[in-house]
């Protein structure tokens, strides 16, 4: 699925990863593990930007950023290196606004992977940083 020129997620990313790891349903396990672990990924991206904890936010989206990378999650992967442009660059209002694109990317690229390899996807958008809106 693409939108906007970047593809949600990228197959051949999985297929590198699993002639890496020798296995493909390891490489299926890599993805499901990143999809079961990204809300809390995401959460802490949003509440480090939020709180102003420069570096916590940068360490939180560059893990974000790699993984999606390793299990073909381009546009994620895309989004989150436009967050960390803007970490990096000291903009924290611009890193929290570019942000808010992560949760809707995670939640395609969650149903894309989902539909492919039989795992349970994401939330739907939103739900990810429903504990950001009650915190603010």
Known sequence: ???GGVPVLDSRRIDA???ELNY???AVEVVGRFVERL???LL???ENLRDGARERALTAVL???TSAAMTGALRLEAQSREVERQIRAGDLVAARSA???LD???AEFAQLAAGLFGFQPLPAHGSVSEPMLQAA
């Open 39 to 41: 809300p809390d990924r």
């Open 17 to 19: 990863l699993a002639a």
């Open 44 to 46: 802490c991206v949003h």
């Open 1 to 3: 699925m693409t939108r």
């Open 99 to 101: 942000a808010w694109a």
């Open 24 to 26: 493909r349903a390891d």
């Open 63 to 65: 893990s974000v950023a």
């Open 104 to 106: 809707s990317s995670a």
